[in-house]
């Protein structure tokens, strides 16, 4: 039992039931007075991604022995459908079972056209608040999103379920300064997703040595949905003005680690790291490697067979050495050595070593550089 007694909770309810059961969403809520910042954190919205939800409780304890100066709106449990799901002893969380849509994968543009309204049209937008000043203008410019928004989750109770828990999450998470949406992979190192725009070495301040940058691109994921339209505004608006203004939206998606494990130990030295960046307090002074999206690369079987690992995660590798080896049975192709042809620093492995011709085997960073 932990202790959450100075958050308020409240509840939004999500789709109901045959049976008459409902699922809904419980945040926990905690403000200061004058605060800093705002910080929205949510975990598991893959349902067996469950190490986010120790990070959790873990700030909810903090926060109920000691104020810090942020407001906090905290969901530990971001899908609860999906955490439900098991297919034998796993957890099935990535996916919805009934139409295989990756949970992840619903969250919308809110700069696009919809059925309730017309593309925002930035340029026209910053001409007519200009005048305004940066600060100002994105301000209303969230604001305007923020109606967007609204009109499309009033419209999502009929709505297929992931797209009805999209627009409820990113809602949420709109209004906030810093938003971490704490996801785990297969078998990984800790490591993050960032947008280009906060690397630096603030970065630094997470326990986490290793970050995968994000263009200034639409995804439907969670994290690039929410910061996107800011960053996208944010370019436009340098542009019209020739001024250097950096987007003040502080998003990630945290991989905490393996999927299907739940550390309390790890879990505090992550939020250390965690609420070392929020506050900027430190001058971390630890390594770290980085690279874009596109360098991280996903290698796939070539063939069916059983991987085997024999690199190390995290480590940094030089260019053909194994990554690891396919092993085939008797009668067919031999076994098949997996390895990159430059340098390369492994993040993540398949959680199972079954793997089909095509399935994914590692993660490896490459063209990766230090954080400075
Ligand atoms: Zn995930």
Redesign the pocket.
């Known amino acids: 039992m932990y202790e959450v007694s100075t958050m308020k909770s409240y509840q939004r309810a999500l789709k109901t039931l045959a049976s008459g059961n409902a699922y809904e969403l419980t945040f926990y809520q905690s403000s200061v007075s004058k605060p800093k910042a705002r910080v929205y954190m949510q975990a598991a919205?893959?349902g067996a991604?469950i190490q986010g939800i120790a990070v959790i409780r873990h700030l909810q304890e903090r926060l109920a022995q000691s104020d810090l100066p942020f407001d906090f709106k905290l969901l530990p449990l971001a899908n609860p459908a999906a955490f439900d799901t098991k297919m034998g002893e796993y957890g099935y969380g990535?996916f919805d079972p009934r139409t295989g849509m990756n949970w992840?994968r619903g969250f919308v543009n809110l700069l696009s056209a919809s059925d309730f309204f017309e593309a925002f049209e930035c340029e026209r937008f910053i001409n007519t608040h200009a005048h305004l000043g940066y600060d100002q203008a994105i301000h209303v410019f969230e604001h305007a999103l923020k109606e967007r928004l609204d009109i499309l989750v009033n419209a999502s109770a009929g709505q297929p379920p992931e797209t009805q828990l999209a627009l409820i999450l990113h809602q949420e998470a709109l209004d906030a300064d810093y938003i971490f949406d704490l996801?785990?992979d297969s078998i990984s190192k800790p490591y993050l997703y960032t947008p280009q725009y906060l690397l630096n070495k603030r970065l630094l301040n997470f326990t986490a040595q290793h970050f995968i940058t994000t263009p200034c691109r639409f995804s439907p994921c969670f994290n690039q949905a929410v910061f996107y339209p800011f960053w996208h505004f944010t370019e436009q608006w340098n542009r019209h003005t020739g001024e250097t203004n950096v987007s003040p939206k502080k998003a990630f998606t945290y991989e905490l680690g393996s999927k299907e494990s739940y550390c309390s130990e790890t879990a505090k030295t992550t939020l250390d790291g965690i609420l070392n960046y929020v506050t900027n307090a430190h001058n971390p002074v630890s390594q770290a490697w980085w690279c874009t999206e596109d360098d991280y690369h996903r290698l796939r079987a070539p063939r069916g067979g059983i991987f085997e690992l024999s690199c190390e995660l995290g480590k940094v590798h030089l260019e053909k050495e194994d990554i690891g080896v396919l092993h085939t049975f008797p009668g067919q192709e031999a076994s098949l050595p997996i390895a990159y042809e430059d340098t390369f620093i492994p993040l993540t492995v398949t959680a199972s070593p079954v793997a089909h011709q095509g399935d994914e085997l590692v993660k490896i960073m490459t063209r990766y550089q230090e954080v400075s």
Do not use: A, F, G, I
Request: glycine share 0%; with cysteine; hydrophobic share 15%.
């Open positions: 919205l893959h991604e990535r992840n996801h785990c």
